[in-house]
Nanobody, 121 residues
């Protein structure tokens, strides 16, 4: 299986910065894409940023220009640099990996346990 361990959440004032980290481990054959999602209280989980193995990224409109996703394929880690944070960025952030654990199997989604980010006004 695949385990995703996140770190880096916390409390920050509006305008501040945080960097989230996620490390994937386990019986990984390959990872197609890694991403960060978030879920605010009372809202659905939404995609924040995604990066595929070739380096192509995409971001939610609400975070473009403020957040940067970086991935290191060699050690299956992904980071989310978050700048100019706003109170509306407050949420639990989840790491996601599209990975396969066998050469003959397809990719499936794996999730971390989540890390809480709170932005105070």
């Amino acid at each position: 299986q695949v385990q995703l361990v996140e770190s880096g959440g916390g409390l920050v004032q509006a305008g501040g910065s945080l960097t989230l980290s996620c490390a994937a481990s386990g019986s990984i054959v390959s990872i197609n894409a890694m991403a960060w999602y978030r879920q605010a209280p009372g809202k659905q989980r939404e995609l924040v940023a995604r990066i595929i193995s070739g380096g192509t990224t995409n971001y939610a409109d609400s975070v473009k220009g403020r957040f940067t996703i970086v991935r290191y394929n060699a050690n299956n880690t992904v980071y989310l640099q978050m700048n100019s944070l706003k109170p509306e960025d407050t949420a639990v952030y989840y790491c996601n990996a599209e990975a396969r654990i066998r050469y003959w199997s397809g990719y499936r989604d794996y999730w971390g346990q989540g890390t809480r980010v709170t932005v105070s006004s």
